[in-house]
Every structure is written in structure tokens, then in C-alpha cells.
């Protein structure tokens, strides 16, 4: 079979093929009613643009899903940390109580502030109990921070106790004068919390 | 079973067609007249490749343009069960063979 094909369709054809390399699909074969084979090669090469029009498509609306399941997963993680890293306890009517554990960077000093001035403030508490014993390391600026958090919460009419403060941690709270008298320390959680039940007469004082 | 055919095709009018040929005129010969200028849209073009099931199929056309377009949807079907013609007369004696 011999085919005779006119220039401009040929031109035709190999514009079409270049833009499509070049990405851009919408250009497409120029189609007349040609009684020959190669109509059928035109008309393919249209459809397989509208073919790879239609994946793009696809695939643009995956990604778009992706990144927004992937924005909402990573939200649902800062919610869930944020939760985890300040679970602040009412271990009696007006005494809070906030176990610490890990790492406590500046970041997480200003959430734990934020989230227990909150909480001090609606459950009207008159004792904040935390509990320093999960704390493995709290970074060079952070004490500060806590330290200010407790004069805070002392400005909000609350007592702070630190409890578990580990023999590494303790220097720190010298060093950053948190030992000067408005920071009272215990040894446990439990010690803490006997003296607090004490002092509002709901338990024998402790030996002190 | 004879069918008129033209304008723009879509995946409605596509789904609609394969449901009634492999559905209730499931088997039936078709003589499918497809007119100048009809065109199918990508996702038509697909759906109809379902119609490999249905029974032997004759499209008559004077366009070379939709002669073409049927060609490469029935590209990988069985040949004996499709066929584009130019004229009725030759459609309808090919069917008559298929069904002898």
C-alpha cells in the first residue's frame, strides 16, 4: 500500500507530536475528511492526547487529596502531641496536677504555659502540682520559661510544688534562681499531694 | 435492531447504549447509522469497548472522519462481530450472513 501525504499535514501531525512532548496537550491534529490510512493515525494521536489530558487530570486530583489528607493528618499529630505533652489532672478540687515527661524544648515551655495558666484560671485552682520526674532534659532556655510559668501561676493565686526534680535538673534550677524561695520542692508527686490535702484539711499534715 | 447515531456522544448516551445491547436487545443485530460529524468523548470511547459482548454489529457512515473513529474503537475487538460500511445495502447482507 503507498500513501501519499501532502506537506502541511505532515507538518501538522510532527507540530502536534512536539508540543505534546513539550507538555502541551491541547494541540491538536487539524482532521478532514481524508478518504486514506492515515486519518486513522490522526485521529489516534488526538485521542490518545485526550487520553493523557484525562491522566493528568487524575493524577492532579490524587496529589491534590494526598496533600490534604497528609495537612489534616499532620494537624490531627499536633493536636494529639499537644494533648499528650500537657495532660493536666484535677487531683482534687482546686489542685491540678501536670506530669511532665521528656524532652521539654521552648516551644513545648510556651504550649504547657499557655495550656496550665488556662487551666488554673477556670478550675480556679489553688495548687499546681508538676511533677518532674519523666523530664530527661529540659534545653538551656527552657528552665526560664518554667520558672516564669511558676511565678505566674503564683500571680493567678495559685501555689506551684515541683515534685521528681532529677539531681541533673536540680543545678539548673539553682543556676537560674528558682531555688530563692518561691519554688517549693518534694520529693514525690504523692508528697506533694499529701501536703496540699493537708493544708486544706482534708488529710493529716505531714511530717515535715 | 436499527440505531440512529450523531451529534456528541457521551459517557451518558455510551452507558446508556452498552446497558440496552447487553441488556435487553443482548444477542440482537445492530444496525448502527452513524451520522456526519458525530463525535465521541474520551470517556465514551471506553465505555463503549464493553460492547465486545453484545451481538454482530454493522455501522454504516459516509464520513471518514467517523470510519476512522470506529476503527480504533473496535481496533482490538473480534472483526466478525463489527464492521463499517459505507452503504446500508452491503450492511444489512452482512448481517444477513452473520445470522446464516
Partial sequence: MSLTISQARLHGLLDVLVNAGSGDYDVRVRLEENEDALLDVELGINYLLDDLIDRRDQNEAQEEELLTRTRLLARQQDELVQALSTPVIVAWPGVLAL????????ARAATITSVLLGRVAAERATHVILDLTGVAAIAGPTMPALLRMVRAIGLLGAQCL????RPDVAPQIVACGGADGHVRALAQLSDALALVLAEKGALAQPHK | MRVHVSGDISLGDAEEYVAKFLGQYRGRHVLSVVASGTEYSAKARKHLLAMEEAGPHATVTTSALVRSAINLMTR??????YRVFGNEFEAMAWLEDQEG
Fill in chain 2, 76 to 81: 482490538s475487538t473480534d472483526p466478525s462481530r
Fill in chain 1, 162 to 165: 515541683l515534685t521528681g526534680i
Fill in chain 1, 99 to 106: 506530669p511532665l515527661v521528656g524532652r521539654i524544648d521552648d
